[in-house]
Every structure is written in C-alpha cells, then in structure tokens.
C-alpha cells in the first residue's frame, strides 16, 4: 500500500534518510538534524511529500517529492529525492511502485509539467532504473554552493 507519510512516519524515515546518505555517500548526518527537517517536511507540504510504501504491516520504502516552479512552461516541476527502499526488500517493485504512483498524480494534475531526480554520476544501477520507467537524461549539470555552517555532515 502507498499512502502520504504523516508525522507519526518521522522516526522511519529519518532513520531511512540517515541510512540513504551513508549507503550513497557514505556520509553521517546529524540524526537530531535529520530527524527535526523530516517533521518540517511532514508538516508543511509546501516544503515537500513524503509517500511511504507499507508491507507486512510496516514502512519499507519511500521518496519525497519537492517542487519548483517553472515561469517556462508555468507549472510545478516535481523532484523525486529520498529515495529509500529497505534492504529486505529490495527488487521487488517497490520503487516502481512508489514512482507510478508520483506519475500518475502528474499525469492527473495539468498544474505539474514534469518529473525530474538528479543522481549520483556513477550509480548506473540507478541510472538504469529511471530509465526503464521512461525517464531520460537532461543536459543539464548541477551546481550547488552550500553555507558552511549548514554542512550535511556531522
């Protein structure tokens, strides 16, 4: 079953989000960090969605979905980012299910123009998925300059 995430979701998915980050890139994020922008998150849609995916009674993927606004094409582009799927459960449709859910609300809504993710370089694996289920690489690189004092690090 897919569903929103609610707040009472926050301690799963800070500790998917910390185990994301470490299996990724192999960094420790500063879990009290972590877990008080997940309430944020599940407390302010305008900051983003979380969708959860439930089996055997229990959380065991998701991904959140943030937007940005387009004056191009004036509409809401929605990026997939936290994209965690338990170990146990791995290959198993999770993730396909949880991405044809967020396509089909796209799909639905003429306010959204589109999906985007970005992506590790060299996580082909990940690369392959995305492209499986349609999605094609951009031409477009990402650039960042983050504060010092607001480091992802620990």
């Known amino acids: 079953m897919i569903r929103k995430a609610i707040i009472k979701d926050a301690e799963i998915i800070t500790e998917f989000n910390y185990c ?16 008080k922008g997940v309430q944020k998150v599940l407390s302010d849609e305008s900051k983003g ?3 959860v995916y439930e089996k055997d009674e229990k959380i065991v993927g998701q991904l959140m979905i943030t937007k940005e606004w387009s004056d191009w094409r004036n509409g809401d582009f929605w990026w997939i980012q936290s994209v965690y799927v338990h170990k146990d459960y ?17 799909d639905s809504d003429d306010t959204i123009c589109g999906l985007r993710l ?30 010092p004092d607001k480091s992802h690090e620990s």
């Open 20 to 35: 994301l980050a470490k299996e990724t890139e192999d960094l420790e994020l500063n879990r009290e960090t972590l877990f």
């Open 49 to 51: 969605i979380y969708f």
């Open 90 to 106: 791995r290959r198993q449709g999770i993730y396909t299910a949880l991405f044809n859910h967020v396509k089909s609300i796209v």
């Open 118 to 147: 970005y992506v590790e370089k060299e996580n082909e694996a990940a690369k392959n998925t995305y492209k499986a289920l349609g999605m094609k690489e951009t031409y477009y690189l990402l650039y960042e300059l983050s504060s």
